[in-house]
């Protein structure tokens, strides 16, 4: 079946405008998860989702960073008034349930650049 | 929160066996141990999962001892292909996922 999809795969933008990165889980995984990937680096986890539902919020980098959950699918990061710090590779994954030792299908990630 | 630490980089020759270890001295009685491959312009993926003693499947290995403060992630006879940014993760539901840093492999011909 279809993997995890992540949209856009890139995206340009200026500093200090709004972006949204919109993930796709596979069907019936009720986990996702987000991760933030700059440039040789490894992954930062930011947020995950137990349905709708974001019980911990504290790995997101500022409170510029928002994410959403909808009808137990589609996933949107937003960040507002982006920095150049901001620029990285932004990683979604998804897993059936919400446990530590779930196997995570991670997407291809959006590649943000803010100039 | 538990931390995790892996050598940045390791260098090998197709044909030969990789162990990888990752320490992770204040893992929680719960956490389970689990192994990504990243490609570059790829998301990672899965390899193995432990808990605790060894565990094999069919691309790799893992090794846990007792006190579950490391672990060591074994690719027997690695090709070119092998190439690639390892990863561990602990995870336990309720806790915040904690990769390691990544380790580099460079397989050489």
């Known amino acids: 079946g279809a993997g995890v999809s992540q949209s856009p795969s890139n995206k340009v933008t200026e500093k200090g405008k709004d972006v949204e990165l919109r993930c796709d889980p596979i069907s019936g995984h009720t986990a996702l998860y987000w991760y933030r990937q700059s440039l040789g680096q490894g992954l930062e986890f930011l947020i995950y989702f137990q349905g709708n539902s974001a019980p911990d919020k504290s790995g997101l980098p500022s409170d510029r960073f928002s994410a959403e959950r909808t009808g137990g699918s589609v996933s949107t990061l937003t960040i507002q008034r982006t920095q150049q710090e901001d620029s990285a590779v932004y990683l979604c994954?998804?897993?059936?349930?919400?446990?530590?030792?779930?196997?995570?299908?991670f997407g291809p990630g959006t590649r943000l650049l803010v100039l | 929160l538990a931390k995790t630490t892996q050598p940045i980089s390791m260098d090998s020759y197709e044909g030969q066996e990789v162990n990888i270890t990752c320490s992770h001295n204040?893992?929680?009685?719960?956490?389970?141990i689990t192994w990504y491959q990243q490609f570059p312009s790829q998301g990672p993926r899965f390899i193995i999962q432990g808990y605790k003693t060894k565990v094999t499947n069919e691309v790799a290995s893992l090794f846990i001892p007792a006190d579950r403060k490391s672990s060591t992630l074994s690719l027997p006879r690695v090709s070119l292909s092998d190439t690639a940014v390892y990863y561990c993760l602990l995870g336990d539901a309720g806790n915040m996922l904690t990769f390691g840093g990544g380790t580099r492999l460079m397989v050489k011909p």
């Open positions: 204040n893992i929680a009685t719960n956490d389970y």
């Open positions: 994954a998804s897993s059936l349930v919400w446990r530590g030792d779930e196997t995570q299908y």
